[in-house]
């Protein structure tokens, strides 16, 4: 008998628990309905505010039709925009160093001087040298008949060079033969007298001359560095009575009137990306500033082991504020969207798995539910049902409740 009743209460307890489960599922079901079917929320449904003396205290966006520009993030560090690596062309002492680390030189502006003594002497005794085959030039000129040149001799020879010269691009002579033939024409000028002046400066050393001087200028010219451009001294590594070497390198030329940032970027974006379009660019270490620049090129080539490719933005730097090498956040323009209600996305908050946001109107918040569209950095797109004019909390409204009051602190502005 008592293992009837033990079977029959065990039963119960099982029916118990059946109908409880039941009751647990309808109620979920019944509260979860609205946002599996998609319903929308009544008036009643939204939570409200309870009414209180004090306001929350929002700050609010006007939306208006801009341009909404879609942009693909990269990280960089920022370059001047030409770099010259000066190097020593001689050997010697530095006798002179106009300009320090970090000033700024104009192209052609002497950077470095070496002890030049040696290579003066050198051009004095070359141009003494020059002197002397010049007086001797004149005296034979001076001394020669002054023969008109055999012009016979010499069209004779024109012609029989220029039948070697067609015989050769027929196929007719070898090369070998062709260049004998040159030689033979090129003797015959000379003999002819046409190039009397030029033979008497060979024979009196005059050209000979003439070259020697030109060698000491150029040498001469080595002891002393010219800036290549114009920019600011960097990377410095001689002091005045230090030796250097031919090929030692002396210091960097930075030209940083503007700056670049070179970014890898994935080949998704790279695709919608053209020079000339515009570029964000910040400085955490210069106070987050932000600057607007523009993509100077992009290389056409995708690195298939990273699927990425090169961007080269440019950005202007006349006030010299940003220095080479600090890191940098970019946002390249990928498309414009135009006509478009744009918000930021920390305006957008979601219940119910939905998007919704603040709508402020006569001082009170109202929860509306939006259709979000494209989404660029911090910002998204909304397709409806926002209409120009409309404000909306971008900060202070994430306790908000439906038609709570509120108090607006600013009215902001954003840049897409």
């Known amino acids: 008998m008592t293992d009837k009743k033990k079977r029959r209460g065990i039963k119960a307890w099982h029916v118990a628990g059946v109908i409880l489960a039941i009751a647990v599922v309808g109620l979920s079901g019944y509260a979860l309905w609205p946002a599996i079917v998609g319903a929308e929320e009544s008036e009643e449904d939204r939570p409200t505010a309870e009414r209180t003396t004090s306001n929350a205290v929002v700050d609010v966006m006007v939306v208006e039709p801009t341009d909404f520009v879609l942009r693909a993030e990269a990280t960089g560090h920022m370059a001047p925009w030409r770099k010259a690596e000066i190097s020593s062309q001689a050997t010697g002492i530095v006798t002179e ?25 050198s ?10 085959a010049q007086i001797e030039y004149a005296a034979r000129l ?15 020879a ?17 090369l070998d033969e062709y260049r004998q033939a040159r030689r033979e024409y090129e003797v015959a000028v000379l003999r002819s007298g046409a190039r009397r002046e030029e033979v008497e400066a060979v024979v009196t050393g005059l050209s000979q001359a003439e070259q020697r001087l030109e ?22 590594q001689t002091e005045v009575g230090q030796r250097v070497t031919v090929g030692a390198q002396i210091l960097t030329l930075l030209d940083d009137s503007r700056m670049k940032v070179e970014v890898s970027v994935l080949e998704g974006d790279l695709i ?7 570029a964000r660019v910040r400085i955490p270490a210069v106070g987050d500033t932000t600057v607007t620049g523009r993509i100077h090129s992009i290389n056409p080539v995708v690195d ?37 209600l744009v918000v930021p996305t920390e305006s957008v908050l979601v219940r119910q798995g939905r998007d919704l946001v603040f709508v402020i109107e006569g001082g009170r918040a ?35 409740s439906h038609d709570a009051r509120i108090a607006v602190g600013n009215v902001v502005e954003f840049t897409f």
């Open 215 to 236: 060698r000491a200028r150029l040498l001469a010219s080595r002891m002393r560095v010219e800036a290549p451009i114009s920019g600011r001294m960097a990377d410095l």
């Open 142 to 156: 001076a001394g020669s008949q002054a023969a008109s040149p055999d012009s016979t001799r010499l069209v004779r």
């Open 304 to 340: 298939p082991a990273t699927g990425t490719g090169t961007v080269t933005v440019a950005i202007n730097n006349r006030d010299r504020t940003f220095i080479s090498g600090v890191f940098a956040y970019v946002d390249l323009e990928t498309d414009r969207l135009p006509g478009r």
């Open 97 to 121: 160093r106009p300009f320090e680390q970090g000033q700024f030189v104009s192209a052609g502006d002497m950077l470095l001087r070496l002890e030049d003594q040696e290579q003066l002497i």
């Open 158 to 174: 024109e012609e029989t060079f220029k039948r070697a010269q067609s015989a050769y691009q027929e196929g007719a002579l070898t």
């Open 366 to 400: 109202q929860w509306t539910y939006v259709t979000t569209g494209r989404r660029s950095g911090d910002f998204v797109e909304i397709i409806e049902p926002l209409v120009a004019g409309d404000s909306v909390a971008v900060s202070g409204h994430h306790s908000l």
């Open 123 to 132: 051009v004095a005794e070359a141009e003494t040298e020059l002197l002397n």
């Open 272 to 278: 919608g990306l053209s020079p000339g379009a515009s």
